[in-house]
């Protein structure tokens, strides 16, 4: 039987030409194989690593050392007034083998032709300006050794401390008065409980009060501490001089403040402008405006300016006069946007104007070695920490949208970037309108020791119209009511003919919901519908082109993609359409060439509609912004980043909707966020007004939101200063700059350092009045004594209260609308109205109560304010905390922030005090809106 199978399996090998196919081999094989002879195992083979290689020793590169600076140079002394050499003489080189690797000073040697423009992550960064930088002779002095003063020379304040402990002999005069004499018998129980030092010593001198050495940083003014050798010296003496002192220390510091920020007038005209700058760097062909011309001539001083205006304003001339004057002086300037769809707009803007223009992102570098480099400020915050040489030659930053520091993500980046300038750099800042532009500006200025010149101007060029329309067919497409005119002037008669307009088409069932109207949800064939009837009649009214806010990428394409019946070119304007598309395109691969978007894009661009949002290929992105430069794109659905900076105006702009989603909650847009993409409406010299519409799509917004949006206080400039791995990471790598530097320096600390000077005074006049208050040698007593009655106080009045409000006539004045104090623990002494009550059994009754608190995320609706410690017991300490109303005087809670509201639900014991006051409120309508918030939060 095996011979027949041996010669069977020979026939059939004879016949194949190559043998039989590969198979694996039988695992079981190998395993069983390495299980019973573990010695063929890899890890048993060491012949490989035992092998030495041989190498000759070459001692002749123990020789090859880097090249010793040159510490000295020669100096020519010449005459004064003929001007020939007297003598020659040899002078030692201050800054002789700095380089790139140990030293921030710009004399330092140049680095490395193959770091580029971005710098080495070896390199040390240039010295921050305003920092002061270290002296090295200065250093040297200190760092002389000397004899040490085992008194004296020791620390008293520990690290990271304000203050600390002296520890001197107390003269006992100190403690007992001025007139009082020296007692004939001192018992050692009486000076231990004092926490005295017992001193032996018999000095008649430190008996007789000498002056006491102060602390180390809490400085007390010497003139201020008199003697006690007479009652010519009292004690009013003293404070009178303090207050003294104090005041000339605050008005020193008043003036230091204005010394850092100049708010520019620009009401008045500029007399005089072209004689005062006989030859501009660049000329313009416009008349440019006041704060154009202000701003030009502080530029022309090498001065740090900050410009807020509105959108489409004009804020760029300054940038390109900045720029101009770089390229005319042979130095350098750098301009940062926050986004790079604002860097390749402003790239291909300063390209027609200037020819020395580069531009530099994480995803190209173009002509890097130009004057002027167009860069995104992450580009720059790592230039500046790996010391590029670029910075030797800067001369201009121009940071556009600086208001981007409130991005809560990327905000720290602009902060970093301020705070590491060098010195020799000037600033341009570029912002919308904001509120605290001077807070701003007098931090850069303080951080830089230099002044900062604000010039604001409230007008906008092209004044805006607001819209609300709410047709949905082509039918009711001239249901467009005017919200807000020219002048700012809201009319209410507009939102009454949008919810009139509105009521109308809704169904018998929904007409019992109020004017406001119930919220219902626009599926895809009402949402074309609504477009449809938007184009037809922003065609017929003459508005195009127009940008269409959307908050949502795919919501986007799904609009572009409904409205493919849409055509809104002619033939001439598709041809230069498809000509400039598939000339941008070439550059792309044949398979590239066919990609669904690139396919889908040509189509929509051909009719005139265009998509622009972070999910578009960038040469795509580019290709639609420059056809909507041209005006071959009539209407352009985008998200908000496109109204960033981008310099591409409309004569009408729209909003989809008025809520956005920003990653953490749906929320209405604030007043800045509206003025930044409506700003986008109205083209400077060639509209009288811009257009602003509004679509109701599912129901009329609330009116006093529409008027918080529109007319609202724009976002104040908030720090978002962090500590990032990236920074910490960068200024380890040097001793000079420390991350403690960095927070003093930040926006959010410079408040508090503003009111160091200021505090320090108070603290020295705090330190004076401890000093001249009687010691206590025991109050033990007086302290039980108060906590007794204090603790039947408050005992015998939650007694009362409990009886009162079991009455009629208690309970009646707790009704909705009353004005109460509650305590809690998480609210201590807040004010609150009553809005009613929960339970319906008089001891247990619980009220909901909407009290006045810090502004805070949201609890959960209906949820009791910490039930396990909800009564108010006057038995432990930590119960008494926050109870000033009842011992103190009336001091109620008042917010430190911005003021929020709460509705908690307490019991009758943590109502502390009842008003006569009584409100006429809508309480019901009170619960729907914290209801309406708090879901909309969650």
């Not at 042979?330 to 301009?335: A, K, L, W």
């Not at 007098?442 to 609300?468: A, D, F, M, Q």
């Not at 905390?881 to 922030?897: C, V």
């Not at 309508?925 to 939060?937: H, L, P, Q, Y």
Request: hydrophobic content about 35%; some cysteine.
């Amino acid at each position: 039987m095996t011979d027949c199978k041996a010669l069977s399996q020979s026939i059939i090998l004879g016949s194949l030409s190559i043998g039989f196919p590969p198979v694996l081999s039988d695992p079981t094989e190998g395993a069983e194989q390495f299980l019973t002879n573990p010695e063929f195992l890899d890890i048993h083979n060491y012949e490989r690593s035992q092998r030495f290689l041989p190498r000759e020793p070459n001692y002749e590169t123990c020789y090859s050392i880097d090249v010793t600076a040159v510490q000295t140079g020669i100096v020519v002394e010449r005459d004064v007034s003929t001007g020939k050499s007297c003598h020659i003489k040899e002078e030692y080189l201050l800054d002789a083998g700095k380089s790139a690797k140990n030293s921030t000073s710009l004399r330092r040697l140049p680095g490395s032709l193959q770091d580029g423009i971005r710098g080495s992550t070896t390199n040390y960064p240039f010295w921050p300006g305003g920092l002061e930088e270290p002296n090295i002779e200065e250093l040297k002095e200190k760092s002389v050794s000397s004899e040490i003063d085992f008194s004296k020379d020791f620390a008293t304040v520990p690290p990271g401390f304000s203050a600390g402990v002296t520890f001197e002999r107390k003269n006992l005069m100190d403690f007992i008065g001025f007139d009082a004499k020296a007692p004939s018998v001192v018992y050692l129980s009486d000076l231990l409980g004092q926490g005295q030092d017992i001193d032996l010593a018999d000095d008649e001198t430190e008996l007789n009060g000498n002056v006491k050495t102060p602390m180390k940083d809490i400085v007390i003014n010497k003139e201020a501490l008199v003697e006690f050798s007479g009652p010519k010296y009292a004690i009013e003496d003293v404070v009178q001089l303090q207050h003294g002192i104090s005041s000339l220390v605050m008005t020193s510091s008043a003036a230091e403040e204005e010394s850092w920020v100049s708010v520019v007038d620009v009401g008045t005209p500029v007399q005089g402008f072209h004689k005062k700058i006989p030859s501009m760097a660049i000329e313009f062909p416009f008349e440019l405006d006041t704060f154009q011309k202000q701003a030009i001539i502080h530029l022309e001083n090498h001065d740090n300016v900050f410009v807020a205006a509105h959108t489409s304003a004009g804020k760029t001339v300054v940038a390109e006069y900045a720029i101009a004057m770089s390229q005319q002086h042979m130095t350098r300037s750098i301009y940062t946007s926050p986004i790079k769809a604002l860097s390749n707009q402003k790239f291909r803007d300063f390209k027609e104007r200037f020819e020395d223009v580069g531009l530099v992102t994480g995803d190209v570098q173009i002509k890097p070695e130009a004057s002027c480099l167009i860069m995104t400020t992450e580009i720059l915050r790592s230039m500046l920490y790996n010391g590029s040489d670029v910075v030797r030659d800067l001369e201009w930053v121009i940071f556009d949208e600086v208001h981007y520091v409130n991005d809560a993500e990327r905000g720290v980046v602009w902060e970093e970037v301020l705070i590491m300038l060098p010195k020799h750099a000037n600033i341009i800042m570029l912002s919308a309108t904001v509120p605290n532009t001077r807070e701003f500006a007098e931090w850069v200025g303080r951080t830089k020791k230099k002044k900062v010149y604000v010039i604001s101007t409230p007008k906008r060029p092209v004044p805006l119209e607001h819209y609300l329309f709410t047709g949905n067919s082509t039918k009711t497409n001239n249901e467009l009511f005017l919200l807000l005119d020219a002048n700012k002037k809201f009319l209410e008669d507009g939102y009454k003919k949008a919810i009139k307009a509105k009521s109308e088409r809704a169904s018998k069932s929904s007409q019992g919901f109020g004017s406001k109207g119930p919220k219902y949800s626009v599926n895809p064939k009402q949402n074309k519908n609504i477009w449809l009837s938007v184009i037809d009649m922003l065609t017929k009214t003459k508005k195009m082109p127009a940008v269409a806010f959307i908050f949502s990428r795919r919501l986007i394409g799904d609009t572009a993609d409904q409205l493919e019946s849409v055509d809104l070119t002619d033939q001439k304007e598709k041809s230069q359409i498809y000509q400039f598309f598939e000339r941008s395109i070439s550059r792309l691969k044949g398979s590239d060439r066919k990609l669904p978007q690139v396919v889908t894009l040509r189509d929509q661009l051909k009719r005139g509609i265009g998509i622009h949002h972070s999910g578009i290929l960038p040469i795509l992105k580019e290709v639609v912004e420059m056809l909507f430069q041209k005006g071959l794109v009539k209407i352009l659905f985008a998200t908000e980043t496109f109204a960033m900076g981008v310099n591409m105006p409309a004569r009408t702009v729209l909003f989809d909707s008025i809520r956005k989603h920003d990653g953490r909650q749906l929320r209405d847009l604030l007043p800045g966020e509206y003025i930044q993409m409506a700003g986008r409406a109205g083209r400077r010299g060639l509209d009288t007004t811009g257009t602003v519409i509004l679509l109701c799509k599912e129901d009329v917004p609330e009116l006093s939101d529409l008027h918080r949006m529109m007319l609202g206080t724009p976002t104040h400039l908030n720090s978002q200063f962090r500590i990032t791995y990236t920074m910490v990471l960068n200024l380890l790598r040097m001793e000079q700059l420390r991350v403690e530097d960095m927070i003093k320096r930040s926006f959010g600390e410079f408040n508090n350092q503003k009111e160091l000077p200021r505090w320090e005074e108070k603290l020295k006049e705090l330190m004076k009045r401890r000093e001249s208050l009687p010691n206590v040698i025991d109050c033990s007593g007086d302290l039980e004594h108060y906590h007794d009655v204090c603790d039947e106080y408050l005992l015998l009045k939650e007694t009362i209260q409990m009886q009162a409000f079991m009455q009629p006539h208690g309970l009646k004045m707790l009704s909705a609308g009353r004005v109460v104090v509650v305590n809690t623990v998480s609210h201590r002494n807040s004010l609150g109205v009553i809005l009613g009550s929960v339970l319906p059994s008089k001891r247990d009754r619980t009220f909901r109560i909407l009290v006045i608190c810090e502004q805070r995320k949201e609890l959960p609706f209906g949820s009791s304010d910490d039930p396990a410690r909800k009564d108010v017991s006057p038995v432990t300490t930590s119960d008494w905390l926050g109870l000033e109303l009842h011992f103190l005087g009336n001091k109620y809670f008042r917010p430190t922030g911005p003021c929020g509201q709460e509705v908690i639900e307490v019991g009758l014991k943590q109502i502390t005090y009842v008003s006569s006051k009584l409100l006429k409120i809508n309480a019901e309508k009170i619960i729907e809106d914290v209801k309406k918030k708090r879901n909309a939060s969650v």
